[in-house]
Nanobody, 124 residues
């Protein structure tokens, strides 16, 4: 039911900029944490930037000062503005959102939702 769809990936020269967007739809009215992750060939998937339900943002050290995450709760969208791109930023970028709820016993549960990813290639 829940879908996260990324867009905006492509090829850009080193030093250039690119913005990737994520549109969420489905039964979840309001997500908890939303963010962006990336996975380069042969490497583990890593967190790039996250935005909590309270609006606080966290960034990987490698992208601080270059990337900016923005979130529109009314539209259930989260974007990642990427500036001064480097070849090492080349990866498939995935949108992630979670939903936390409690059951009748007060036990917390968290559901994670992932998009299919969009490829960002930075040429040197």
């Amino acid at each position: 039911q829940v879908q996260l769809v990324e867009s905006g990936g492509g090829v850009v020269q080193a030093g250039g900029s690119l913005r990737v967007s994520c549109a969420a739809s489905g039964s979840i009215r309001r997500f908890g944490t939303m963010g962006w992750y990336r996975q380069a060939p042969g490497k583990d998937r890593e967190m790039v930037a996250t935005s909590s339900s309270g609006g606080s943002a966290d960034y990987a050290d490698s992208v601080k000062g270059r990337f900016t995450i923005s979130r529109d709760n009314a539209k259930n969208e989260v974007d990642l503005q990427m500036n001064n791109l480097k070849p090492e930023d080349t990866a498939v970028y995935y949108c992630k959102a979670d939903y936390v709820y409690t059951d009748s016993r007060g036990t917390y549960h968290r559901l994670d939702y992932w998009g299919k990813g969009t490829l960002v290639t930075v040429s040197s």
